[in-house]
């Protein structure tokens, strides 16, 4: 029996991004055949929808073990790969299925550009993300990647250099580093490599979250595009509550008539929007 009535409504803006729908698309498409079919790490920042592939036989394995392949198929998802690991495959006949996002194939050939050209090369994001470390392989690592302005010396930057981003990152700390940067006397040639679908979702998720009463968002546990967006909805509306599935909900986050909005990461499937929100209809 129902004992909150809840009014759910689910964000229309909320769902996988372009190169997440292309990996898995590649990866069901290659999958159909019942042949091996790898994915070199995660191939998206959620454990229900790596749960689901894995059951159709998808294999995760990492960069370590990609010298123990021989004659395989393996998919490299949206966020790209450096090289090296192309090398490592083709050097035993294996099949590679990339599936790099074309915002991040444009963004390393603009650094490898500017590697080229002699430029202090300079990238807001994480050292450990998979993009950024698939965009240091194209330039031998040569670049200087931070992800808060305070693990900057300024006084110790060049004169000139080239500012990049990766792509899930925030505009607003993006712009900040760069006026940061000119105060310090930095000549910076910026280069705004933001996803604009990161952008856009940021606004959106802002209006969105300011209409209800609670707000779910639901995302992995790794996903850094979760994290963010989870503080752009808590930053519009505290009552918002991070699950990873519809288990996790706690009845005591409501009361009876409440209107609740659904959300998730550009890496949340549908379909697992769609149980968060028959979970919370059936309160």
Request: glycine residues 6%; charged residues 25%; hydrophobic residues 35%.
């Amino acid at each position: 029996m129902k004992r909150f009535n809840l009014h759910v409504e689910t964000d229309p803006s909320a769902g996988f991004c372009f190169g997440v729908i292309n990996a898995i698309n590649k990866a069901e498409e290659a999958l159909r055949n019942k042949e091996e079919l790898y994915c070199l790490g995660e191939i998206v920042h959620n454990e229900e929808e790596n749960n689901r592939l894995k059951a159709l036989g998808l294999q995760t394995i990492q960069r370590d073990g990609l010298s123990h392949l021989h004659h395989k198929r393996i998919l490299f998802r949206a966020h790209g790969e450096p090289p090296a690991s192309y090398a490592a495959l083709q050097k035993n006949e294996n099949t590679i299925i990339d599936a790099t996002c074309p915002i991040v194939v444009k963004l390393q050939k603009q650094v490898a550009r500017s590697y080229r050209s002699g430029e202090h090369i300079y990238l807001y994001g994480k050292a450990t993300h998979p993009e950024v470390i698939g965009i240091a392989g194209y330039i031998n690592n040569d670049l200087v990647v931070f992800n808060e302005l305070e693990e900057l010396d300024l006084k110790a930057l060049p004169k000139q250099l080239t500012l990049y981003s990766q792509t899930t990152q925030s505009i607003d700390r993006f712009q900040c580093i760069v006026n940061t940067l000119l105060q310090a006397g930095v000549e910076v040639k910026v280069k705004n490599t933001i996803c604009r679908s990161v952008t856009h979702r940021r606004r959106a998720l802002q209006e969105f979250c300011r209409r209800f009463d609670k707000v779910i968002f639901v995302a992995g546990l790794n996903s850094s595009n979760g994290k963010f967006l989870y503080q752009v909805c808590k930053d519009s509306n505290p009552g918002t509550y991070f699950i990873s599935n519809a288990k996790e909900i706690l009845s005591e986050w409501f009361v009876p008539g409440n209107r609740v909005g659904i959300s998730g990461a550009t890496s949340t499937p549908l379909w697992l929007l769609a149980e968060v929100k028959n979970a919370l209809e059936n309160l």
